[in-house]
């Protein structure tokens, strides 16, 4: 007897089905991967660096907004911006929150703007150029956007992704440094237990030292993360760099926070820091180290 078409194409239905239902139960394909992804970070970099430099008040800068807009978004959390002017330049810091009622308050920030100037290049025909911004700006960005798709919904605290507006202009005229922060902290009513700033994290000749300036606590508690992890290697527990930064404006209002930077990074403010010189590995340690820190946070 020859079975029919129709029998055999509804039989195949049901099998599907069936199976779609027991992968979803016990665990199959379609459970969440709560994991960092290097390779979405290293994306993200290369989509910045498309925009061109993110000078304030550039189209770039205004792109990167609208990105960094749509991706938290689209990863569920809850975006605001935090527009004010400060020095006379308007300002937007972009906030994106995963709220918890009662939970401990969290804040990882990174600045999304890039110099005006190239005034650290070994040629001065290249100093009026703004910096491509490629680690020293875009890589702390890709970071957080990649925590934002990757962290647990779940987790028992409050987290704030900040991505701060006007950090690296100071000593140009008219300018100064951390102003996004600085607006920040005196505009936003905050109470955080922990404050990580990522600056300069995508190099690919990784080399975190301790800041001096920032909390030891907190600091050690990053460190052990990332020994645990098996990245003693890029994260070092020796003391080199005494850094004004996105913190600095946290720790004078008396809030325990840490500068996650590479300063050893050589194409600092200048012409070569170009998407070439950011290695996704190097996301990957320092976006899978915060993801485990923040993890068993208590």
């Known amino acids: ?31 969440p991967p709560y994991r960092f992804n290097q390779t979405r970070a290293f994306r993200d970099v290369e989509i910045q660096l498309s925009f061109g430099p993110r000078t304030p008040g550039s189209e770039a800068h205004q792109q990167t907004i609208e990105y960094i807009l749509e ?36 804040i990882l920030g990174a600045h999304y703007d890039s110099r005006f100037f190239s005034d650290q290049d070994a040629d001065p025909a290249l100093h009026n150029l703004p910096v491509p911004g490629a680690n020293d700006g875009a890589s702390g960005v890709a970071v957080l956007l990649e925590l934002a798709r990757s ?5 028992p605290v409050e987290i704030w992704l900040v991505f701060f507006d006007a950090e690296d202009q100071g000593n140009i005229p008219g300018w100064d440094w951390i102003l996004g922060s600085r607006a920040f902290v005196e ?56 850094i004004l930064d996105d913190h600095t404006p946290f720790l ?11 300063f050893d990074y050589p194409h600092w403010h200048t012409q070569q820091d170009t998407l070439d010189k950011v290695s996704a590995e190097s996301l990957g340690i320092v976006g899978e180290t915060i993801h485990n820190w923040l993890s068993t946070y208590e």
Not at 79 to 104: C, D, F, S, W, Y
Not at 252 to 262: H, K, L, M, T, Y
Request: hydrophobic share 40%; no cysteine.
């Open 71 to 106: 991706q938290t978004q689209m990863a569920g959390w809850q975006v605001e911006l935090h527009q004010t002017q400060r020095m006379g330049h308007p300002l937007t810091n972009v906030i994106a929150k995963r709220l918890k009622p009662g939970g401990k308050q969290i």
């Open 1 to 31: 007897m020859k079975k029919s078409p129709l029998i055999s194409l509804t039989f195949l239905v049901l099998l599907l089905l069936a199976g779609l239902l027991v992968s979803n139960r016990f665990g199959g394909s379609h459970s």
């Open 151 to 155: 962290l647990p919904p779940d987790l």
């Open 187 to 242: 505009e936003i009513s905050i109470n955080p237990t922990a404050v990580v700033i990522l600056d300069m994290i995508g190099d690919a000749d990784l080399n975190i030292f301790l800041e001096r300036n920032s909390n030891p606590q907190l600091a050690s508690q990053i460190w052990e993360s990332a020994q645990k992890l098996g990245f003693e290697k890029y994260f070092i527990p020796q003391y080199k760099y005494s």
């Open 252 to 262: 004078e209002r008396g809030f325990a926070a840490v500068d996650v930077i590479d």
